[in-house]
């Protein structure tokens, strides 16, 4: 089953920026839905933001708005997000996942990949 590829973490200090960026190959990402996820040590997996398939709608959690911005090409199959103002407590691994359908909504659908380490220093 396909798996995306999750990169661009790193240790940054607070006030930081990093740009991660999620590369899908094994099914047609322009049709998807694609979200990116985070769980900090001893935490659930949540949803930090997701984007429908052609761009236009995104979704941000609270703690993220403002500072994230998700966006994607789908020309190369790649989902970004470009993290802004990090904080201690966006401390986590970043992963992302496809939805079942174009717009946001009945949660992850596919395989998870290996993640990406985000971890702030204050």
């Known amino acids: 089953q396909a798996q995306p590829v999750e990169s661009g973490g790193g240790l940054v200090q607070a006030g930081g920026s990093l740009r991660l960026s999620c590369a899908v190959s094994g099914f047609e990402m322009d049709v998807y839905a694609i979200g990116w996820f985070r769980q900090a040590p001893g935490k659930e997996r949540e949803e930090v933001s997701c984007i429908n398939s052609s761009g236009f709608r995104t979704e941000y959690a609270d703690s993220v708005k403002g500072r994230f911005t998700i966006s994607r090409e789908n020309d190369k199959d790649t989902v970004y997000l470009q993290m802004n103002n990090l904080k201690p407590e966006d401390t986590a691994v970043y992963y992302c996942?496809?939805?079942?359908?174009?717009?946001?909504?009945?949660?992850?659908?596919?395989?998870w990949g290996q993640g990406t380490q985000v971890t702030v220093s204050s």
């Open positions: 996942n496809r939805y079942g359908g174009s717009y946001c909504i009945g949660g992850p659908f596919g395989s």
